[in-house]
């Protein structure tokens, strides 16, 4: 596609409930990243994926957060028992190679708010 | 951990004047990339520099890496409302695997015309 793209661009969800967040990366691309924008805040790393292997989930904040790419392109984002302090906006980014020259290309985001 | 700090976290400008942010990190970096983010928007990659002492230039925007690799810092000439947003430092550590970026807290930016 022409570029990283994210859904659902919004979500509200109430404490406690379960959300599952999409991102399609640029086709082709090998790696996938995860983060983590919170208001006023950068970006921060909380997973990675080099084809369907995640070979990094240090960043991920609790146990209630999983990702998965099970075929090497999609990826979801998973967060269980939602909290409060989960909302955010969730970016996904992607790049061409593996490399750690590698440019990475964000998505527009997807905007959590748990009530 | 590795941590990397942006100041300032607000300028104001009048257009015409010049800006800079600057980034430093705990750590030693393999290289930096600059993003800019406008309100409501994603990060867009603008740079990245890799080799020590590097100076990038893109039309009004000068982006610099430290002989260190442990600083770097975009300095914009002559603002324009154009220019308005969010710029975010990122480094990637020398350990790091696969590329995860360590991001600034950024540096917002709003341009009075």
């Known amino acids: 596609g022409a570029g990283v793209s994210q859904s659902p661009r919004y979500k509200v969800a109430k404490r406690g409930q379960d959300v599952a967040l999409r991102c399609d990366p640029i086709s082709g691309h090998v790696s996938l990243f995860w983060y983590q924008q919170a208001l006023g805040q950068g970006p921060e790393f909380l997973t990675y994926f080099q084809n369907e292997a995640q070979l990094d989930k240090s960043g991920l904040p609790s146990d209630r957060f999983f990702a998965e790419r099970p075929e090497g392109s999609v990826s979801t984002l998973k967060i269980q028992r939602t909290q409060q302090e989960d909302s955010a906006v969730y970016l996904c980014?992607?790049?061409?190679?593996?490399?750690?020259?590698?440019?990475?290309?964000f998505g527009p985001g997807t905007r959590l708010t748990v009530l | 951990g590795q941590q990397v700090m942006q100041i300032p976290q607000y300028q104001h400008v009048q257009e015409g004047e010049d800006f800079t942010t600057y980034c430093n990190s705990s750590?030693?970096?393999?290289?930096i990339q600059w993003y800019k983010q406008r309100p409501g928007g994603h990060p867009v990659f603008l740079i990245q520099?890799?080799?020590?002492?590097e100076v990038k230039k893109q039309k009004r925007l000068t982006f610099q890496f430290g002989e260190a690799k442990k600083n770097s810092s975009l300095h914009i000439t002559a603002t324009q409302t154009t220019d308005v947003g969010t710029y975010f430092c990122?480094?990637?550590?020398?350990?790091?695997?696969?590329?995860?970026?360590?991001f600034g807290q950024g540096t917002e930016l709003s341009v009075k015309p």
């Open positions: 990122a480094g990637r550590g020398i350990y790091n695997q696969g590329g995860k970026l360590i």
């Open positions: 750590t030693t970096l393999s290289n």
């Open positions: 980014a992607s790049s061409r190679l593996a490399g750690e020259e590698d440019t990475q290309y």
């Open positions: 520099l890799v080799k020590s002492g």
